[in-house]
């Protein structure tokens, strides 16, 4: 597809449960970025991939949060043993280097309800 | 830590009135500026952005005012129409380290324009 791809769209979990949210970015893009979106907290760095290593992990949240990137492309963030405070929507950017004036284009995000 | 301030949180302008928004930082590090558009259930998208060596960027009927040694910048959108209510963040990243690419965002203002 022309943008960035994010799946599940919506999910709902109970709390304790692991969840896996996946990233599709834009075909060539190098740069991958999840943000978190959250009515507490706004807009927030999660962690960045340039190809598959990542190498600014610094904004997740605790050690129950992960990620990985293979073949450069698709990206996966996994919630180990949920919360409710993870409740909040999952955003995916990509960009076509890793520039700050480079533009970071989003998905549409998975939102996550935590029961 | 909120590195960038955005204001107002909520916004009501009439058609084709103007729509400002306002945002400040400390961290002299950032170097590219960009506003991004949000609709319910999307992603946020890329409006505008500009560096910090210019004072003003124009595309159609959205405006960013740079004022570097106020470290503030803002966003003008003339002509206001409904189709412009939205949530608007304003964002900061830095140019070079380990955070470089990453964005600091604003904790968004809701535009609404009345008809």
């Known amino acids: 597809g022309a943008g960035v791809s994010q799946s599940p769209s919506n999910k709902v979990t109970e709390k304790g449960k692991d969840v896996e949210l996946r990233c599709d970015p834009i075909?060539?893009?190098?740069?991958l970025y999840w943000y978190r979106q959250s009515l507490g907290q706004g807009l927030e760095f999660l962690i960045y991939?340039?190809?598959?290593?990542?190498?600014?992990k610094s904004g997740l949240p605790s050690d129950r949060f992960s990620a990985e990137r293979t073949g450069g492309s698709v990206s996966t963030l996994t919630i180990q043993r949920t919360q409710q405070e993870d409740s909040a929507v999952y955003l995916c950017?990509?960009?076509?280097?890793?520039?700050?004036?480079?533009?970071?284009?989003f998905g549409d995000g998975t939102r996550l309800s935590i029961l | 830590q909120q590195q960038v301030k955005q204001s107002p949180q909520s916004l009501i302008v009439q058609k084709g009135g103007i729509s400002i928004i306002n945002c400040a930082y400390e961290?002299?590090?950032?170097?590219?500026f960009p506003w991004y558009q949000q609709f319910p259930g999307k992603g946020p998208a890329l409006l505008i952005a500009?560096?910090?060596?210019?004072s003003e960027k124009k595309e159609g009927r959205f405006t960013i005012s740079f004022n570097k040694s106020a470290k503030q910048f803002s966003l003008h959108i003339m002509d206001s129409q409904p189709g412009d209510s939205a949530t608007y963040f304003c964002?900061?990243?830095?140019?070079?380290?380990?955070?470089?690419?990453?964005?600091?965002f604003g904790r968004g203002t809701q535009l609404t324009v009345w008809p």
């Open positions: 950017a990509s960009s076509l280097v890793r520039i700050s004036n480079q533009p970071q284009h």
């Open positions: 075909s060539g893009h190098t740069a």
């Open positions: 991939f340039q190809g598959n290593s990542a190498p600014d």
């Open positions: 961290n002299t590090a950032f170097d590219y």
């Open positions: 500009i560096r910090p060596d210019v």
């Open positions: 964002a900061a990243s830095i140019g070079r380290g380990s955070t470089l690419g990453r964005l600091y």
